[in-house]
């Protein structure tokens, strides 16, 4: 049973840009007096930087009142646009992955926790193509909830039991099977692990991942 549609999810997915992120966190956390940990990485990954922020800024122990997290916030995106000139590097598998699923005339959508600016800076560098976006703050509701899945799906005209979803996050997992769809994990954070299950795939890597593998997935969830 082909997929109805196939969904990707861009950070530490689609793209290799949580290193990227990384060199924000750090440099803020830095501009607080502490250290920025992995525990706070796998703490925020996947999330919207409105849950991410003030869980961060809480972490390090600093005020995280809406007004800190609103200057936190507009500091972080404008970092990130700035880091985002230089392009992010696909990650293994998802080039040849889009190739097979555009041939197959196989719909594909970019759902991301990020912020619309930071997806259209990532899609400059030519990702893609993909036939709907959604960003982090377009939506009432981002991952964990199914909100952006949901979205995505109704925009592609698509059931979302049908769907598959690729995703690295513990958040974006949840996201995707609150939602209905079928899930490929891709964990790209240390200490992030995911179970395997019949709807869900789990891989290193989206090397060698190809529409047969995601067929089975929605012809479980069946």
């Known amino acids: 049973m082909t997929p109805a549609a196939v969904l990707f999810d861009m950070d530490g ?27 706070m990485k796998a703490a925020i990954v996947g999330t919207s930087m409105t849950t991410a922020v003030p ?8 005020p995280a009142e809406p007004e800190d997290v609103d200057r936190t916030v507009r500091w972080l995106l404008g970092r990130m646009v700035e880091l985002f000139a230089e392009a992010p590097i696909a990650l293994p598998g ?10 197959a005339e196989v ?60 995703e690295d996050s513990p958040a974006g997992v949840k996201a995707a099977e609150a939602a209905g769809c079928a899930v490929v994990a891709v964990p790209s ?15 290193p890597t989206l090397e060698g991942v190809g529409l047969t593998h995601l067929s089975e ?6």
């Open 13 to 39: 997915l689609l793209v290799d840009t949580e290193p990227v992120w990384t060199v924000a966190e750090v440099e803020l956390c830095t501009a607080l007096g502490v250290e920025f940990t992995p525990a």
């Open 55 to 62: 869980t961060l800024l809480r972490l390090v122990g600093a």
């Open 94 to 103: 998802v080039g040849d992955l889009l190739a097979e699923l555009t041939a």
């Open 107 to 166: 719909p594909v959508a970019l759902v991301s926790s990020s912020y619309r600016v930071l997806v259209d800076a990532v899609l400059s560098h030519g990702f893609g193509p993909f036939h709907v976006t959604v960003a982090g703050d377009e939506v009432q509701r981002t991952k964990p909830h199914p909100e952006p899945y949901l979205t995505a799906a109704a925009r592609l005209g698509v059931d979302p039991a049908r769907c598959v979803v690729l």
């Open 189 to 203: 954070v240390h200490g992030i692990d995911f179970d395997h299950g019949p709807r869900r795939l789990v891989v």
């Open 217 to 222: 997935l929605v012809r479980a969830a069946a």
